[in-house]
Nanobody
Framework: QVQLVESGGGLVQAGGSLRLSCTAS????????MGWYRQAPGKQRELVAL????????NYADSVKDRFTISRDNAKNTVYLRMDSLKPDDTAVYYC?????????WGQGTQVTVSS
C-alpha cells in the first residue's frame, strides 16, 4: 500500500504564490508518475501537472503553463508544485497523485483558495 501526504495549501491573494508538497511512503514502485490534480466546487477533477520518475519531463495543463512548476525528488519520493501568479480560478482542492504499472494512489487533498 502507498500513502500520500500533502502540505502547503492555504489562502492567498490573486497574484500571489504557494508551494505544495507531497511525500509518498509505503510500497512504491520505482518507476512511477507523480503529480497533481484539482477539483473546484461543482466541477470534475482535472489534471494540473505530472512528472515521470523515468524521464523527469513535466506535463502541464494549458491553464497553468508558465505559472506553475512541478518538480520531484526521487530520493525523497516527494513531488512539489510551485504556483505563481495565482488566479481566483485556481481555487480548488488539490490532490496529489501517484501512478505506476500496478495501481493509482491519491492524497487526501489540500485546499487552495485564491481571493480576488
Amino acid at each position: 500500500q502507498v500513502q500520500l501526504v500533502e502540505s502547503g495549501g492555504g489562502l492567498v491573494q490573486a497574484g500571489g504564490s504557494l508551494r505544495l508538497s507531497c511525500t509518498a511512503s509505503g510500497n512504491i514502485f520505482s518507476i512511477n508518475t507523480m503529480g497533481w490534480y484539482r477539483q473546484a466546487p461543482g466541477k470534475q477533477r482535472e489534471l494540473v501537472a505530472l512528472v515521470s520518475s523515468a524521464s523527469g519531463t513535466p506535463n502541464y495543463a494549458d491553464s497553468v503553463k508558465d505559472r506553475f512548476t512541478i518538480s520531484r525528488d526521487n530520493a525523497k519520493n516527494t513531488v512539489y508544485l510551485r504556483m505563481d501568479s495565482l488566479k481566483p480560478d485556481d481555487t480548488a482542492v488539490y490532490y496529489c497523485y501517484l501512478g505506476s504499472s500496478y495501481d493509482d494512489y491519491w492524497g487526501q487533498g489540500t485546499q487552495v483558495t485564491v481571493s480576488s
